[in-house]
């Protein structure tokens, strides 16, 4: 069992930034393979961005590419993805998740958060 808790959403005037975090537990932190998906009102969930167990391999949506950072710290147990230059398509809960390898498909990931918020106005 993993535990997965996101923090750090918020409302964010558009051209802003916000840095999301995802503390885990559980299990070996360092092992896992996290993700970072969202999902807008009405909208599939969809990727945003994954990363290895060492942090030395990432991987980004198109959509967030260039704006979007995603990183870990395994000494904290907590991966974290930094939003710069939002916009209001960027509206949307955000989730984090851990599976067993990198890959843009949902169903891969085996736990996920609860979601934290974040709201872009324009």
């Known amino acids: 069992q993993v535990q997965l808790v996101e923090s750090g959403g918020g409302l964010v005037q558009a051209g802003g930034s916000l840095r999301l975090s995802c503390a885990a537990s559980?299990?070996?932190?360092?092992?896992?393979?996290m993700g970072w998906f969202r999902q807008a009102p009405g909208k599939e969930r969809e990727f945003v961005a994954a990363?290895?167990?060492?942090?030395?391999?990432?991987y980004y949506a198109d959509s967030v590419k260039g704006r979007f950072t995603i990183s870990r710290d395994n000494a904290k147990n907590t991966v974290y993805l930094q939003m710069n230059s939002l916009n209001a398509e960027d509206t949307a809960v955000y989730y984090c998740?851990?599976?067993?390898?990198?890959?843009?498909?949902?169903?891969?990931?085996?736990?996920w958060g609860q979601g934290t918020q974040v709201t872009v106005s324009s």
């Open positions: 559980g299990r070996t932190f360092s092992s896992l393979v």
């Open positions: 998740a851990t599976g067993p390898r990198i890959t843009a498909v949902a169903d891969t990931y085996d736990y």
């Open positions: 990363i290895g167990w060492s942090g030395s391999y990432t």
